[in-house]
């Protein structure tokens, strides 16, 4: 089949020859590298959304036989990051079969158990919904994916007629219904009833295209997308300016970051009510053209019509009655503002789900918002993860699109309440939920730890990160930064870290820092002050430079961080947790150590004197106290180590084991421990301690606090 790929304007053609002809003769694989190529295009699927499948001729292993087998994307999974593992095989002549058992649209959950009864590789993925949609149909391959343009023709008013005129009768249509077994019984019906279509359209939620092979299915998809788009290109503007106008322009970027910067921690605070949420926040062109229009009062309320959209976003967003240019800076004032508006979302919420409940209706969830929008600034959302909360933006990003479209060809339409209830309340996507892994310890927590490009303050960070949060790496090396990035990044993934540039003596730089926490994840609630320095001198050595250094790194910049995070914590609202890690050196005293020393006993009475302050705030303030840790340290480089090494007459490789013998347990203190000793404060067991120090020495028994 030949193609011309500049053909294709609205779409991306991926599709690489030599790498197909690698997998060439594997079904199975081909429908795998199709599946990611059209995840890869969020104007073809949105994260999570659609679902791809292949039927190839397979021995049955009970009999010998070769039988029918219909490969499909599991539950829960996404085409753009598919694996064989996150796959269904089916034996398709049992799948139909169960037509035979069928008992009509009151016993469509009961069908979900029985699709177990077909599966033919035992070590597939769960079956999901859509699972007939693709049975009944008799292609290869087939694609069904939720791209903005075709759904902004299927959420049109006129959806069917525009159909039929645009494709003149080559793709058919199906009326909205949930997705079950009986809509894969109509698709099949539609095909019968128009021999020879290409594809099928689905009213009010998305598109079926097929082909004989992997590369004509992802060609027919890519034709069909493309000639959605390009219609809808050439009728914007036709019927009036986009979305009605422009009711208001938004101040430069500048501003708009500064105004969501003031903003986040308070809706934050309100959105985690129930359950503590991170946040996102973009100012995307494709946001601010619809959050300024004269048509955003009347599109928002009516919410979202792809099913896979307003699962992600809720049955409507919240609009904020707040001017692009108001003053933000009163906290108080703002909340007392604010709070109207969260109260009568969740009444909205309450109404909608008490309305359209049944009798067996899993209990109602959290009332709170996912999507916020500031008009003239930009779009807040928030959800129980950063990926769950950016994606639920991207699929916000998509509604817009489908508003867009359909508003400019007809007129828009979302899904009726009644019908989002019973998507967004289905019983099969209630189990769905309760078999997710149970959150963990520091789920929905945003931490800041202070130098952690290394050592402590990377164990902290890593630890943090596994326990389920989400952190600011930070540094005043550009290059280290980078580099504890690409290591999180490779083994946690993107959504887990940001990244900015930190000199605790600096009070821009901490704003920045706090500034990137708040645009990336919505906040602040756990801070480390970890970064440090250490210099061994006598008194007669030590010069003033020496000391102002000591003092401002230890002293000055854990007094400036907490006082940056304490301000955002408060407008937050949901109280929060600072860790200093001081050392041993704040009781012990010793020889060469009068700068660090008592810079290091400054930190820890300062960290009482907070914890005396802030607990009224509910802001707990806790103290680790570690000793000769040396891996990965800043503390031990530029020659300190070398010093302390000559000055006892032991090698530095030797430097762990001398320390360790100096203590009462006779072990290496390694950063994994330190880290360990600040998940002991804030995982959640020690909710109720304040102002206590942690020794985490080996056993110094001159270090003991009492």
């Not at 429908?31 to 949105?46: E, F, H, Q, V």
């Not at 821009?508 to 906040?523: E, N, R, V």
Request: proline share 4%; glycine share 10%; charged share 25%.
């Amino acid at each position: 089949m030949s193609v011309n790929t500049t053909q294709f304007k609205h779409v991306s053609y991926l599709w690489d020859d030599a790498k197909a002809a690698e997998l060439a003769g594997d079904e199975v694989a081909l429908l795998i590298y199709r599946s990611n190529l059209l995840g890869a295009d969020l104007r073809l699927t949105n994260y999570g959304g659609g679902n791809t499948s292949c039927k190839v001729i397979d021995k049955d292993p009970l009999t010998g036989k070769e039988v029918d087998v219909m490969w499909i994307k599991g539950s829960g999974g996404d085409i753009g990051t598919l694996k064989k593992s996150g796959l269904a095989a089916l034996y398709v002549d049992r799948l139909r079969s169960l037509k035979n058992v069928y008992r009509g649209l009151a016993y469509e959950d009961e069908m979900v158990a029985l699709f177990n009864h077909s599966i033919f590789d035992l070590d597939s993925k769960a079956p999901s919904i859509d699972t007939p949609l693709h049975g009944f149909l008799p292609f290869k391959h087939i694609d069904h994916l939720h791209p903005d343009a075709a759904i902004a023709i299927v959420a049109a008013k006129d959806g069917r007629k525009i159909t039929e005129e645009l494709f003149g009768g080559t793709i058919g249509w199906v009326e909205w219904q949930r997705p079950g077994f009986d809509l894969g019984l109509k698709l099949k019906e539609c095909l019968d009833n128009n021999p020879g279509i290409r594809g099928i359209m689905l009213g009010s939620h998305g598109l079926f295209t097929w082909g004989d092979t992997a590369y004509e299915s992802y060609i027919n998809t890519l034709e069909v997308v493309e000639q959605c788009a390009e219609y809808l290109e050439q009728n914007y503007g036709k019927k009036g300016p986009v979305f009605g106008g422009q009711k208001l322009q938004s101040p430069d970027e500048t501003v708009r970051k500064k105004q969501a910067v003031a903003l986040a921690p308070l809706l934050r605070g309100f959105c985690s009510s129930q359950t503590r949420m991170i946040g996102h926040f973009t100012d995307d062109a494709r946001v601010l053209e619809y959050i300024n229009s004269s048509d955003l009062e009347r599109l928002a309320p009516m919410g979202t019509s792809c099913p896979d959209h307003f699962l992600r976003t809720k049955i409507s967003p919240l609009v904020l009655n707040l001017g692009a240019n108001d003053d933000l800076t009163d906290a108080g004032a703002l909340k007392e503002k604010l709070t109207p508006a969260f109260e009568a979302y969740r009444k909205m919420y309450a109404d909608y789900y008490n309305t359209c409940k049944h009798p067996n209706s899993p209990a109602i969830r959290d009332a709170n918002p996912v999507v916020i929008l500031y008009p003239g600034i930009g779009m807040f959302t928030f959800a129980k993860d950063k990926q769950t909360t950016r994606v639920a933006a991207e699929f916000y990003i998509n509604a817009i699109n489908v508003m867009k479209g359909a508003e400019a060809i007809s007129e828009y339409t979302s899904l009726p309440r009644q019908e989002a209830f019973d998507i967004e309340y289905w019983l099969l996507e209630e189990a769905k939920l309760q078999r997710m892994p149970k959150p963990k310890a520091l789920s929905g927590r945003i931490a800041l730890i202070t130098g952690s490009a290394g050592g402590i303050g990377k164990a902290i960070a890593k630890k943090f990160v596994e326990e389920g949060a989400v952190v600011v790496l930070n540094d005043m090396n550009a290059e280290r930064l980078e580099g504890a990035g690409e290591e999180f990044k490779k083994q946690f993934g993107k959504d887990v870290y940001t990244t900015a540039i930190l000199d605790v003596t600096k009070g821009d730089q901490i704003q920045d820092a706090m500034a990137t926490a708040i645009l990336a994840f919505g906040g602040v609630d756990l801070i480390v002050n970890n970064a440090g320095l250490s210099i061994s001198k006598t008194i007669g050595d030590h010069t003033e430079k020496d000391w102002g250094l000591l003092y401002d790194v230890l002293v000055k910049g854990q007094f400036l961080v907490t006082q940056a995070a304490v301000a955002i914590m408060k407008k937050q609202d949901t109280g929060g947790d600072i860790i200093n890690i001081v050392s041993k050196n704040a009781l012990v005293s010793g020889p060469n150590n009068a700068g660090y020393g008592s810079a290091k006993a400054a930190q820890l009475h300062l960290s009482r004197l907070n914890a005396a302050e802030l607990g009224v705030d509910k802001i707990r303030v806790n103290v680790v106290n570690p000793d000769a840790v040396i891996s990965d340290s800043n503390i031990w480089a530029g020659g300190w180590a070398e010093g302390r090494a000559k000055a006892y007459g032991v090698t530095v490789e030797e430097l762990p084991a001398y320390y360790a013998k100096r203590t009462l347990l006779n072990e290496v203190i390694l950063p994994v421990d330190i880290a360990n000793a600040c998940f002991a404060f804030v995982g959640g067991l020690l909710n109720k301690s304040t102002g206590n120090v942690l020794n985490v020495d080996g056993g110094v028994a001159t270090a003991f606090v009492r």
